[in-house]
């Protein structure tokens, strides 16, 4: 589902999001839909052909053509109320000038931050099953547009953005995909205190999704979380 539009930028690969408010969309997203940890995509709109119809028509399966996602993870939660302080007396109540006042514009919002952990290319087959084309991670060489609406994902979209299958690893030679987490050095990278809480809650998930791969995500999840503790303890 739609959670959401992008609404600034603060670098290459961070991204404030709006969560959509009542009355914005049929369906108004719920805190679990936008929960931290939680996985996303954006379509890069700029690689669309400029046809701004193309993922409306890819969801709705009137389009079999490629379609390419950035696919990112919330990190931060921000509520905005710009009346917080403001605690004068007041005419009317809110829930009076919602009835009296109906186009009167409510600044509450909720923002989340998101990273970008790569990109994926996928198409709508006939039987209207998706299918995969590419998958990168690491830093896309596109940009987001302001906008740009942001998807949560589900748990198949999120395992196949994570299994590859290639010749370039020697696991994959046998014809096996394997489980690939080439964006932990970007995570690494950017400095942000709650960036290595969100790689543990990255990998509590990759556990539930890939039981195959227990042991070598449990030694992936006690290495961060040792250094997410020597990090603490300074």
Request: proline share 6%.
């Amino acid at each position: 589902m739609f959670i959401g539009k992008i609404v600034k930028s603060d670098s290459h690969i961070n991204y404030v999001c709006q969560i959509y408010g009542p009355r914005e969309v049929e369906i108004e997203p719920n805190p679990a839909d936008y929960s931290f940890g939680r996985f996303v995509r954006i379509a890069i709109r700029s690689n669309q052909n400029e046809d701004p119809n193309l993922a409306l028509d890819y969801a709705l399966g009137l389009s079999q053509e490629p379609i390419t996602y950035a696919v990112g993870v919330i990190y931060d939660t921000i509520l905005l109320n710009p009346a917080f302080g403001s605690l004068g007396p007041r005419l009317s109540n809110e829930t009076q000038v919602e009835l009296f006042s109906p186009d009167y514009i409510s600044e509450k919002a909720v923002l989340i931050y998101i990273m970008v952990l790569g990109m994926m290319e996928q198409r709508q087959r006939p039987d209207g099953e998706a299918e995969l084309l590419s998958v990168m991670h690491g830093v896309p060489l596109l940009s987001l547009e302001l906008g740009s609406e942001i998807e949560t994902m589900h748990d198949d979209e999120v395992c196949a953005f994570h299994y590859f299958s290639d010749t370039t690893n020697a696991e994959a030679v046998s014809g096996e995909p394997y489980l690939h987490m080439g964006y932990l050095p970007h995570i690494i990278a950017q400095r942000s205190s709650l960036l290595p809480m969100v790689t543990l809650r990255i990998i509590d998930q990759l556990e539930r999704l890939f039981p195959q791969n227990l042991a070598v995500l449990s030694i992936v999840k006690r290495n961060f979380a040792w250094r997410l503790k020597v990090e603490t303890t300074g």
